[in-house]
């Protein structure tokens, strides 16, 4: 038997406004060329 167990995303919103904030201030991983490849939908 198993059990479908919902998702944490308490902290999403505040995280995707961080990434949003890194990325538009090249900081962290953001800062290296070809390091981080976007998704795009």
Do not use: A, C, H, R
Request: no cysteine; glycine share 2%.
């Amino acid at each position: 038997m198993s059990y479908m167990k919902k998702s944490n995303t308490t902290f999403s919103d505040e995280l995707k406004e961080v990434e949003i904030q890194v990325k538009k201030e090249n900081k962290s991983v953001w800062s290296i060329p070809g390091y981080v490849e976007e998704i795009k939908n």
